[in-house]
């Protein structure tokens, strides 16, 4: 929906909600009026049910008022002496709509000092539960999210088995576009395992898709730095293949329903970018990385059949490897370990292995056997910014296609070589958001921005900020998973330079400390 549907569909929503409560309002001692004036009236509803002004602005935060609605439509009913179970129930099932009863087909009264308090222990515990889901998704989806770390990609940096927070207000909180959706939850219900979020799969241009807000984000206080690792929605999520397919079969995902990817920004907007023997060039020179970064690429080291021992495998730190079929072994290891297993002496030779320039890899953008381009040898490319204009062209539309057509929502077509942008001829494009080029440190093992573009700004999710919990996410149970805590990980911090810190002793000296002042308080209580 634009903002103009929404704005309608809220001065709609206003007006139900005078139809249905006017006469509760003039009972509770304020004018019919005011329940027709949109925020006022909420204000004074807050008066009338007794309950804090900044319920207000709970009111007003997508995914966080799917939980408040009901809350305040109870709270409603009780203010007027309906507080019985079935009255509860029937005003959640009707969403709201029994209030009408309430104000049309009976004489209640408001009850102006009604007690607060829960009348059992029943509801006490569900309206401590209610608004600690209401605290924890507002955190979660505006502040900071955690996030696991499925893959090697960036291995080395990060591990896969660690658990991160990831901040959402340093680049800015991306408003929750899925209006419709479980809290707390992404794209998947833990254990239920079904979709969390209502939308219309197979057609962007359904019913429940119009539901959702606008491309939103509040005011970060950061940009997005060249080499930062950036937590973000993957692109490709909502095709049934990303690699060139054009027939139309795929799934549609929200923006904010897409799965998480994390990956390093090595490129960011206005750039020019090349991969060279695997190196990332930017603007004509090789990138300098973070010194936690440790690119790695695929060795094969010839030891003409002598096997390394388990603990040179270990001191070279190691984690993958294998002999091949000719006796040769093939690792991944960073420039750096390479040169320390060329010094063992059974080694007789190791070369890196990589695809030599020239070599067209169908899985590579922009998917065009014109740019005969693999991961190892890419480009150059440019990194769309924001109010730049490109040249449109044969050339020039592989690279820009999906950022014209699905990015920036605009009609794309081709008469011959003209392009055609919503029926008007074009020889231009000015791109409308800025764009960052997402890879991998595990150079060969990652699949990243090489395999499948640009990533828009509106696809950024946060900035991973600490490590909470790491251990061996392929240990086979529980106890494993335990006994694999890596510790010297825990709560250390992902950015900044030198070996990574844990603050664990801060952690436990914080939990402990306030562990003794809420039992103090109440024993103090108690007394």
């Known amino acids: 929906m634009t903002f103009t549907e929404w704005f309608l569909f809220f001065l709609f929503i206003q007006v139900v909600h005078f139809l249905g409560t006017w006469k509760l309002y003039t009972r509770a001692g304020k004018k019919a009026w005011e329940a027709a004036v949109p925020v006022y009236n909420a204000i004074v509803l807050m008066q009338i049910i007794n309950r804090p002004k900044w319920w207000v602005i709970l009111l007003f935060v997508p995914i966080v008022n799917l939980l408040m609605f009901p809350i305040v439509w109870i709270e409603t009913c009780r203010s007027f002496g309906f507080n019985k179970k079935p009255d509860s129930i029937l005003t959640v099932l009707t969403l709201g709509l029994y209030i009408y009863y309430i104000n049309y087909f009976t004489d209640a009264k408001h009850i102006e000092n009604r007690s607060l308090k829960p009348r059992s222990p029943l509801g006490e515990w569900i309206s401590s539960i209610a608004f600690a889901i209401i605290a924890a998704t507002l955190v979660h989806t505006y502040f900071m999210q955690p996030y696991t770390i499925p893959t090697s990609s960036l291995e080395k940096t990060l591990l896969v088995g660690d658990y991160l927070f990831v901040s959402k207000f340093h680049y800015g909180a991306r408003v929750p576009m899925t209006t419709v959706a479980a809290p707390m939850a992404h794209d998947t219900i833990p254990v239920l395992g079904t979709k969390s979020f209502l939308s219309d799969d197979k057609n962007k241009d359904g019913l429940l898709n119009k539901l959702s807000l606008p491309y939103m984000r509040l005011p970060g206080f950061q940009k997005i730095k060249r080499n930062d690792i950036v937590v973000f929605s993957w692109p490709s999520d909502s095709l049934a293949t990303m690699w060139g397919d054009n027939s139309g079969n795929f799934t549609y995902k929200p923006i904010d329903k897409r799965t998480n990817y994390v990956k390093r920004a090595v490129g960011i907007p206005g750039d020019s970018l090349e991969v060279r023997d695997g190196y990332v060039f930017i603007n004509g020179e090789r990138t300098v990385l973070p010194d936690r970064a440790k690119p790695q690429w695929h060795f094969i080291v010839d030891t003409n059949g002598e096997k390394f021992s ?3 495998l270990s001191r070279y730190n190691i984690r993958e490897g294998g002999t091949t079929n000719d006796g040769k072994y093939y690792l991944n290891l960073t420039d750096d370990e390479a040169a320390l297993v060329a010094k063992n002496p059974i080694v007789k030779s190791i070369e890196k292995y990589l695809t030599p320039k020239g070599f067209y890899d169908e899985s590579v953008f922009p998917h065009d056997p014109r740019y005969a381009w693999s991961s190892d040898n890419f480009g150059p490319i440019y990194i769309p910014k924001k109010g730049v204009t490109v040249e449109l062209n044969a050339k020039t539309i592989p690279f820009y296609e999906q950022i014209i057509r699905r990015y920036e929502n605009n009609n794309l077509t081709f008469i011959g070589d003209d392009v055609y942008i919503n029926g008007k001829k074009a ?9 960052y080029w997402m890879m991998g440190d595990n150079r060969q093992r990652s699949l990243d921005a090489r395999n499948w573009g640009y990533v828009p700004f509106d696809h950024v999710v ?22 694999s805590i890596r510790w010297d990980r825990m709560f250390t911090t992902v950015g900044g330079s030198g070996r990574p810190v844990s603050y664990l002793w801060l952690v436990l000296l914080l939990i402990g400390g306030y562990t003794v002042y809420s039992f103090r308080k109440s024993k103090k209580k108690k007394a």
């Open 310 to 312: 388990q603990g040179a």
């Open 427 to 435: 020889k231009n494009y000015t791109f409308k958001q800025d764009y």
């Open 462 to 483: 946060g900035k991973p900020v600490m490590i909470w919990l790491s251990w061996d996410a392929n240990a086979p149970n529980f106890v494993a998973k335990i006994n």
